[in-house]
């Protein structure tokens, strides 16, 4: 009994416990992307709670549930009839009547209707790939766009350190008389430049934030933590290959085919309705006693009977219109399979060019032109030191090496914004896999 009691307490202390730790795990539930937040975390976070993909994937259910619709059979139409003042035949008068009706379609017609719902269903899964790749690309371009304002924010800050050191080494040149005031203006006006910088970076932060948090289905202003880049990888196909990959993988091209393959499945099933369809039911008649002196042979007997009919397509015109309207549907489907192509090519020729320019910037600010202005830059501070410049010279080649700073930041952002277009296009990744970060704020890659 005290063993019993004890596990009873112990588990009443559990409960109690749980229960009150419960709401702290709910809000860690609802709150994530608080820590190092990588942009897969992103895409796997909008994946499963952004509404525009729930909603194009209930839509493909919707489609694949009305398949049982088409191709099943139509129901079955039971009919009464009462008469107030009953007809009199031989056998008596004749109360009510009873119809079962069952409408069997021509062979073949169900099957054909099915194929074009099927060719619905596929059109409706392609709609959703669509969304989901485009859920996917807007997530990384916002993911990328956000990460050069917090980049271009910290290059920010650290230049309006380095300023705010050049200002009060001007402030003391200028009393000592070794600094003249346009040197001290220009620092200023630099130092101003960069603050404006900062609060105009705020803004865009604020806003790209949610614009993200919108993709995700989160509050505008939730939290997202630090943003982790785990590099970019060589491209691995050229423009030719791109082509390929776009007409075998993209969204408008397979649906624009699965579109063509509807129109056919209708322009067959247009074919189909011109034929006949079937009926076949029962007929029950309930007859009372009859009211006369001498009873009929089988007098009150119900009747019974067994209905075969058949609908006739007589309106030649109207059949016809149906199979031509078809066909043009065929005709239309393929016109527009052959617009997708050309247009999607069009739009890979374009966007490689920005992607190759994109990644030319960022090898061009990494490799050459920020090393040459940091170079500069520590030449313009020897010489001012040593009283051969003045600060106007050293403050302008910082604004220099500021401007190459941001300028590398967005080039990166750019690489990474057309790339996920362009694998949104081609629907596959088309870079290596690459083990290479980025040092946020000094411009290096690692």
Not at 23 to 37: H, I, N, Q, S
Not at 70 to 89: H, M, V
Not at 220 to 236: E, Q
Request: neutral net charge; contains cysteine; aromatic residues 10%.
């Amino acid at each position: 009994m005290k063993a019993f009691r004890f596990i009873f307490l112990a588990a009443l202390s559990l409960f109690w416990i749980g229960y009150l730790l419960l709401p702290c795990f709910g809000d860690e539930m609802k709150a994530p992307l608080t820590g190092r937040v990588t942009v897969q975390d992103l895409i796997a976070y909008a994946y499963q709670n952004n509404p525009s993909i729930r909603k194009v994937r209930e839509a493909w259910r919707e489609t694949v549930e009305q398949y049982r619709i088409t191709a099943g059979y139509p129901d079955p139409e039971l009919k009464f009839t009462y008469f107030p003042e009953p007809i009199e035949t031989r056998l008596g008068p004749q109360d009510w009547t009873a119809t079962l009706n069952q409408k069997i379609p021509f062979p073949g017609k169900l099957t054909q209707a099915g194929k074009v719902v099927e060719a619905e269903a596929r059109v409706a899964h392609i709609n959703l790939d669509r969304t989901v790749k485009a859920v996917i690309a807007s997530v990384r371009e916002s993911f990328y766009e956000l990460l050069y304002i917090r980049t271009a924010k910290e290059v920010v800050d650290h230049n309006l350190r380095l300023l705010k050191h050049l200002r009060k080494a001007g402030e003391t040149a200028y009393a000592q008389d070794r600094a003249a005031l346009i040197d001290m203006v220009k620092a200023q006006s630099q130092l101003g430049q960069i603050r404006y910088d900062g609060i105009l970076l705020d803004e865009l932060e604020f806003t790209e934030k949610t614009r993200l948090n919108g993709l995700l289905n989160r509050g505008p202003d939730a939290r997202i933590g630090g943003l982790v880049d785990g590099g970019f990888g060589s491209m691995v196909f050229d423009l030719k290959g791109l082509y390929q990959l776009a007409e075998a993988n993209q969204e408008e091209i397979r649906m624009a085919r699965a579109l063509v393959q509807k129109a056919g499945a209708t322009a067959e099933l247009a074919r189909l309705e011109n034929l006949p369809d079937f009926n076949v039911g029962v007929f029950y008649a309930s007859i009372g006693e009859p009211d006369v002196p001498v009873r009929p042979q089988n007098a009150g007997r119900d009747g019974l009977g067994v209905q075969v009919g058949i609908t006739i397509p007589l309106w030649f015109e109207k059949n016809r219109g149906r199979v031509e309207k078809a066909e043009a549907g065929i005709r239309k489907a393929r016109a527009a399979e052959e617009v997708s192509i050309t247009e999607i090519r069009t739009q890979v020729h374009n966007l490689f060019f920005r992607f190759g320019n994109s990644k030319r910037l960022m090898e061009l600010y990494k490799n050459d032109l920020l090393p040459q202005a940091m170079r500069a830059m520590e030449i313009a501070e020897t010489w001012y030191r040593e009283g051969e410049s003045s600060l106007s010279d050293f403050v302008e080649t910082q604004s220099v090496y500021y401007n190459f700073q941001l300028s590398l930041a967005r080039a990166r952002a750019n690489y990474g914004k057309y790339l996920a277009r362009l694998e949104q296009l081609v629907g596959q990744t088309i870079t290596k896999t690459s083990g290479a970060s980025y040092e946020n704020g000094q411009g290096e890659m690692k």
